[in-house]
T-cell receptor
Framework: DAKTTQPTSMDCAEGRAANLPCNHS???????VYWYRQIHSQGPQYIIH???NNETNEMASLIITEDRKSSTLILPHATLRDTAVYYC????????????????FGTGTRLQVTL | GAVVSQHPSWVICKSGTSVKIECRSL??????MFWYRQFPKQSLMLMAT?????????EQGVEKDKFLINHASLTLSTLTVTSAHPEDSSFYIC??????????????FGPGTRLTVL
């Protein structure tokens, strides 16, 4: 799986948009970009994923650059409950089975949302 | 939908004893389950991958005789930490890969089990 690079930490004021960048310059054509978050002492929570088009769901938006070498996760209106470690993961298409579908977690970005 | 549970949520045991952690997919069939370990202030590290009915595949550096994994059904996998020692104290997290339905092939994580070995 391609390696990702994320800032170690970020702060965001409550109610403002949180923009979390991720670099994945070695991503290959059949690899997806996934975002998970982990609130303290809980299991990771899936947020969103995409291949090359921008994606949006009820939690967030994912913007992937045209060359697919970087992406940005956007939380449009951050709340205190969004304080967590956010992981950007590049992985093979989910149709792969067994170990090929594993997720490799990096160090992530610790997002602190403040009043 | 797509809920994964773990039991127990926390456990304290004496050094030298064995501890079993259960991971269940509650509303889907999990053809593959993954076990992770997370030490304080560190990221999740994959320990092993298990497919239902077959032997688990362990990551490099993980002792298969110490961390026994059983994936006997499509909804249950167990991790047994044998002869636990204080250095095995960690947060153990499982994930389950949906083998069918609308979330086909996606992974869902359990809430984690905190193991403390005295």
């Amino acid at each position: 799986d391609a390696k990702t690079t994320q800032p170690t930490s970020m702060d965001c004021a409550e109610g403002r948009a949180a923009n979390l960048p991720c670099n994945h310059s070695t991503i290959s054509g059949n690899e997806y970009v996934y975002w998970y978050r982990q609130i303290h002492s809980q299991g990771p929570q899936y947020i969103i994923h995409g291949l090359k088009n921008n994606e949006t769901n009820e939690m967030a938006s994912l913007i992937i650059t045209e060359d697919r070498k970087s992406s940005t996760l956007i939380l449009p209106h951050a709340t205190l409950r969004d304080t967590a470690v956010y992981y950007c993961i590049v992985r093979l298409t989910p149709s792969y089975t067994g170990t090929a579908s594993k997720l490799t977690f990096g160090t992530g970005t610790r997002l602190q949302v403040t009043l | 939908g797509a809920v994964v549970s773990q039991h127990p949520s926390w456990v304290i045991c004496k050094s030298g004893t064995s501890v079993k952690i259960e991971c269940r997919s509650l509303d889907f069939q999990a053809t593959t389950m993954f076990w992770y370990r997370q030490f304080p202030k560190q990221s999740l590290m994959l320990m092993a991958t298990s497919n239902e009915g077959s032997k688990a595949t362990y990551e490099q550096g993980v002792e298969k005789d110490k961390f026994l994994i059983n994936h006997a059904s499509l909804t249950l996998s167990t991790l047994t930490v044998t002869s636990a020692h204080p250095e095995d104290s960690s947060f153990y997290i499982c994930s389950a890969r949906d083998g069918g339905g609308p979330s086909y092939n996606e992974q869902f994580f359990g809430p984690g089990t905190r193991l403390t070995v005295l």
